[in-house]
């Protein structure tokens, strides 16, 4: 056998042999630790946490170390969390995929949750924007806590007065996500027709009233039951998916935001127009490995192809959209739609609520 023949040979096994590895390593399941004993002298807090990969059920409401605020950071008195799927894919570790950021065969971080509203309790001495007492939202690892600490230039915010600590924990990772998905991936414009596919949802209610402040005609598409409520929120149209299937009704749409990814691409593609742009927020979890990511490789087989462009995107909490959200909401024009709220203890069965995948708008976790 020739030279380079045995050298692909051996670098095909040694790949196999990797991917394998990988695939084993990022599949495996450690089971849940104990919690680690602390220092007498530790100031406590409770907190949510989760010491191996799995259900609702493996998470425990648990004493840890109250954080300080570093030079740099803001120490927040969490007074209302937000649930998002977000937090049950890495409660989950799934699709495996996330491991990779969460860590290999149990979490390295055991904490859990992301968005919060509450009070500044202490600030760093180089921290200048935020002092004491302020009413702050924003997004930080480890929200369903007592207390966080946030870095002054990361996603915290001042809470608009007219908002309750519940409505502006209810918006960080949905809000941003419906605001970047419409104006930086879909590019909306004033005029435009603009299918919201899960209207009813976390990202969707906000998406429904964002792009009608963006001046497009808005359809949002949900069940039946909450075919009220989201007209209610400022849908010109609202298709009821139990009745009727957007993609075959003839109608074409300049930009149609998804976050539930119940069609194929060459489906949604009939309801795009000749130019239209479609955004893809979220995917059915179907599968443990890369589950709602197939949407992003159907999006790039398909687009070389059509004159529609297919944009999966990823959500990146910053200061300057929370900030843009804010006043939105402070003109009263993007309000949170909040569906059921839990206390911190009862983090579970939020999630578990919300991993049914019929929420109606945001379920809120409520410290106060
Ligand atoms: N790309 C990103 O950066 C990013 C960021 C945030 C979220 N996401 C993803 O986006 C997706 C949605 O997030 P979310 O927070 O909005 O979730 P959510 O609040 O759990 O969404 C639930 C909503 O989906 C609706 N729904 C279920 N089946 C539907 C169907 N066949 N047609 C239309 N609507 C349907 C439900 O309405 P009914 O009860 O009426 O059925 C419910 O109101 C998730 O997959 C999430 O992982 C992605």
């Given at each position: 056998?020739?030279?380079?023949?045995?050298?692909?040979?051996?670098?095909?096994?040694?790949?196999?042999?990797?991917?394998?590895?990988?695939?084993?390593?990022?599949?495996?399941?450690?089971?849940?630790?104990?919690?680690?004993?602390?220092?007498?002298?530790?100031?406590?807090?409770?907190?949510?946490?989760?010491?191996?990969?799995?259900?609702?059920?493996?998470?425990?409401?648990?004493?840890?170390?109250?954080?300080?605020?570093?030079?740099?950071?803001?120490?927040?008195?969490?007074?209302?969390?937000?649930?998002?799927?977000?937090?049950?894919?890495?409660?989950?570790?799934?699709?495996?995929?996330?491991?990779?950021?969460?860590?290999?065969?149990?979490?390295?971080?055991?904490?859990?949750?992301?968005?919060?509203?509450?009070?500044?309790?202490?600030?760093?001495?180089?921290?200048?924007?935020?002092?004491?007492?302020?009413?702050?939202?924003?997004?930080?690892?480890?929200?369903?806590?007592?207390?966080?600490?946030?870095?002054?230039?990361?996603?915290?915010?001042?809470?608009?007065?007219?908002?309750?600590?519940?409505?502006?924990?209810?918006?960080?990772?949905?809000?941003?996500?419906a605001l970047q998905g419409l104006r930086d991936k879909g590019q909306i414009k004033p005029g435009q027709k603009v299918l919201i596919n899960g209207a009813?949802?976390?990202?969707g209610?906000?998406a429904v009233?964002l792009a009608k402040s963006f001046g497009a005609e808005v359809t949002g598409v949900?069940?039946?039951?909450?075919?009220?409520?989201?007209?209610?929120?400022g849908a010109d149209h609202?298709i009821?998916?139990?009745?009727?299937?957007f993609t075959?009704s003839g109608e074409h749409y300049d930009l149609i935001l998804d976050t539930?990814?119940?069609h194929?691409l060459?489906e949604n593609r009939r309801a795009l127009a000749p130019h239209g742009i479609f955004v893809i927020v979220?995917?059915?979890?179907?599968?443990?490995?890369?589950?709602?990511?197939?949407?992003?490789?159907?999006a790039?087989?398909?687009s070389?192809?059509v004159s529609q462009k297919f944009r999966?995107f990823?959500?990146?909490?910053?200061?300057?959209?929370?900030?843009?959200?804010?006043?939105?909401?402070?003109?009263?024009?993007?309000?949170?739609?909040?569906?059921?709220?839990?206390?911190?203890?009862?983090?579970?069965?939020?999630?578990?609520?919300?991993?049914?995948?019929?929420?109606?708008?945001?379920?809120?976790?409520?410290?106060?």
């Amino acid at each position: 056998m020739k030279l380079r023949y045995k050298i692909l040979i051996v670098v095909l096994v040694l790949v196999t042999g990797m991917l394998s590895w990988l695939a084993v390593s990022l599949s495996h399941d450690s089971p849940c630790g104990p919690a680690p004993a602390l220092p007498e002298q530790t100031i406590l807090m409770k907190a949510v946490v989760h010491r191996c990969y799995g259900a609702a059920d493996v998470l425990r409401l648990e004493d840890v170390a109250k954080p300080t605020a570093a030079d740099n950071e803001v120490l927040v008195q969490v007074h209302a969390a937000s649930v998002n799927p977000l937090d049950w894919h890495y409660l989950r570790g799934t699709p495996y995929i996330v491991r990779l950021d969460s860590g290999f065969g149990k979490p390295e971080n055991p904490r859990l949750g992301v968005d919060f509203a509450g009070t500044v309790a202490a600030v760093g001495k180089s921290v200048t924007h935020f002092k004491p007492g302020d009413e702050v939202f924003g997004g930080k690892f480890g929200a369903f806590a007592e207390y966080v600490s946030v870095r002054e230039d990361r996603a915290l915010v001042l809470k608009p007065a007219n908002m309750t600590f519940e409505q502006a924990a209810a918006v960080p990772i949905a809000a941003i996500t419906a605001l970047q998905g419409l104006r930086d991936k879909g590019q909306i414009k004033p005029g435009q027709k603009v299918l919201i596919n899960g209207a009813s949802g976390g990202v969707g209610t906000f998406a429904v009233q964002l792009a009608k402040s963006f001046g497009a005609e808005v359809t949002g598409v949900c069940s039946t039951k909450n075919v009220a409520m989201v007209r209610s929120i400022g849908a010109d149209h609202v298709i009821d998916y139990t009745q009727e299937d957007f993609t075959k009704s003839g109608e074409h749409y300049d930009l149609i935001l998804d976050t539930v990814g119940n069609h194929t691409l060459l489906e949604n593609r009939r309801a795009l127009a000749p130019h239209g742009i479609f955004v893809i927020v979220g995917g059915p979890n179907n599968g443990q490995w890369i589950g709602p990511l197939m949407g992003l490789i159907d999006a790039l087989v398909l687009s070389p192809f059509v004159s529609q462009k297919f944009r999966p995107f990823l959500a990146e909490l910053n200061p300057g959209d929370l900030s843009i959200l804010g006043d939105l909401m402070q003109a009263g024009k993007v309000t949170p739609v909040i569906d059921r709220q839990y206390a911190l203890s009862e983090v579970p069965a939020a999630i578990r609520y919300l991993e049914a995948g019929h929420a109606r708008g945001k379920v809120v976790i409520n410290l106060k």
